[in-house]
């Protein structure tokens, strides 16, 4: 039987719904008697509840939580009072809401539901799920800046939940500390400037020793804006204003010299400096710990030929170095390739690194001559963006399938791929496992982003 009215399972009084997973929105998941799907915000698996339904359609409702008649034991209590589905709550992040362990569950179940329902592939090892800290861990963040006048205030934070505004935020568990701590005096700063009203956003890096603040502004600022500027920096340690009047590329230092924006990975003696619009894994805990691990799983040896695709600055790459005979980067930014040079350079003067190589390529337009022009490698290592490595694999599948295009080539004998997307790593893994002849021996999640409903993970393949 079902409620009267409303297609309530049986069992349950009217109007309510019993929750039995979370969607990849961090959404609970209901079903009606009828097979109607019900994604409820703020709702949690195992959780019996009401929600007000907001959108209807043939196959699915979508609705928000209004009342929890049985909570999950996995249920805590944000931390984050801007945390939640109230008017004006801040949408940085969507899961504080539930045990960080039980985030860590959620996120391995997504990678292998998506391994399995999009790829029909199976790990033959699940690995340990790759945590850190759970708060104060995004080194890297985007804050608009909007003046209200209706406030008579200036906000700089994240965005509302689904909405264009700007979060009345005055604290962030997230951001480091010292960043958190310094909402208050950015509202202060800019709502003291003359083009209050023409700079929409500051971008935070920071690096082991600096706290870097990209302002945008869309007009030229004037001296007394400078000076306001500069007392900022000059009254807390640490922060390094850059300028950005146009696109990223227009990014520059107001005053040169002081310490680098750099971060390091200690266990392989590296140090690695970069420009704040330069692409920098967000969480540094979690990146020096991923980077040992994807060595350890692809066992680099001294005589081992490795590629690092999509190699940007080199996060892996420089640390390859120290481990193989010689290692070859390849990347799709001219810039990022420039920079991945320099920070050879800078290394290899500090300690004994491989011969590497880096080359700039599209690496979206991959074929199997040019996978054949790059010369054998013993490994790969794969890092790259949302999109996947689609084109990478293919030729790899295409030189499976056709031998006689590789002639003497041979492919790689293991693959550590590195996802930020679930569903791509699906895509991909299903074309090396059966297409390219390889194994997906083992996989797992890497929590980068807590409290988000973001998944990376790691995968390896083996021939």
């Given amino acids: 039987m079902t409620g009267e009215k409303d297609g309530t399972p049986a069992g349950l009084p009217d109007g309510w719904l019993a929750v039995d997973a979370l969607d990849l929105e961090a959404r609970g998941v209901a079903r009606r008697a009828d097979g109607k799907v019900v994604f409820i915000e703020g709702a949690l698996p195992f959780e019996q509840v009401s929600a007000a339904i907001t959108r209807r359609k043939n ?60 790829a029909k592939v199976r790990p033959e090892r699940v690995l340990r799920p790759i945590e850190g800290p759970a708060w104060n861990y995004r080194w890297r963040a985007r804050f608009s800046v909007r003046h209200v006048r209706k406030k008579g205030t200036v906000l700089v934070g994240f965005h509302e ?92 230092l107001l005053d040169e010299g002081g310490p680098a924006l750099a971060y390091s990975l200690p266990e ?35 005589d081992d030929r490795v590629i690092d695709w999509f190699c940007g600055l080199g996060n892996f790459t420089l640390p390859l170095a120290t481990r193989a005979r010689e290692v070859l980067g390849i990347e799709g930014s001219d810039a990022l390739v420039a920079r991945s040079r320099e920070n050879l350079a800078l290394n290899a003067a500090r300690r004994p690194l491989a011969p590497v190589q880096f080359a700039a390529r599209n690496l979206f337009e991959m074929t199997p001559q040019q996978l054949v022009a790059d010369g054998v490698a013993d490994k790969w290592l794969v890092d790259p963006p949302r999109e996947g490595a689609f084109a990478l694999a293919k030729a790899l599948a295409d030189l499976h ?33 059966h297409q390219a002849g390889y194994r997906c021996s083992a996989a797992g999640m890497v929590n980068m982003f807590p409290h988000t409903a973001h998944v990376e993970s790691i995968a390896v393949f083996d021939r």
Avoid at 180 to 202: K, N, V
Wanted: charged share 20%; glycine share 8%; net charge neutral.
């Fill in 59 to 118: 196959n699915w409702e979508q609705g928000q939580l209004t009342a929890i008649h049985r909570e999950s034991s996995q249920r805590v209590q944000p931390r984050c009072p801007h945390f939640g589905l109230h008017e004006g709550a801040c949408g940085g992040c969507k899961m504080q809401h539930l045990h960080a362990g039980a985030q860590v569950a959620i996120k391995q179940r997504v990678l292998e539901d998506n391994l399995w329902h999009l």
């Fill in 161 to 252: 939940r689904k909405s264009r505004y700007v979060a009345d935020i005055r604290e962030c568990h997230v951001v480091p500390a010292h960043v958190s701590d310094l909402l208050l005096p950015l509202r202060e700063l800019i709502g003291s400037m003359d083009a209050m009203e023409t700079c929409p956003q500051i971008e935070l890096a920071c690096g082991d020793g600096v706290t870097a603040l990209v302002l945008r502004h869309l007009e030229p600022l004037g001296d007394a804006d400078l000076a306001r500027l500069r007392g900022f920096a000059a009254a807390h340690p640490g922060v390094q204003w850059w300028l950005q009047p146009k696109g990223p590329d227009s990014v520059r």
């Fill in 268 to 302: 392989f003696g590296i140090e690695m400096p970069f420009r704040p619009t330069d692409f920098t894994q967000v969480n540094p805990h979690i990146n020096r710990v991923l980077v040992a691990t994807a060595l350890r799983l692809l066992d680099v040896q001294a």
């Fill in 401 to 433: 399938q056709q031998p006689e295009l590789g002639g003497a080539w041979t492919p790689p004998a293991r693959i550590v791929y590195v996802s930020c997307n679930p569903a791509t790593l699906a895509r991909d893994a299903g074309l090396l496992v």
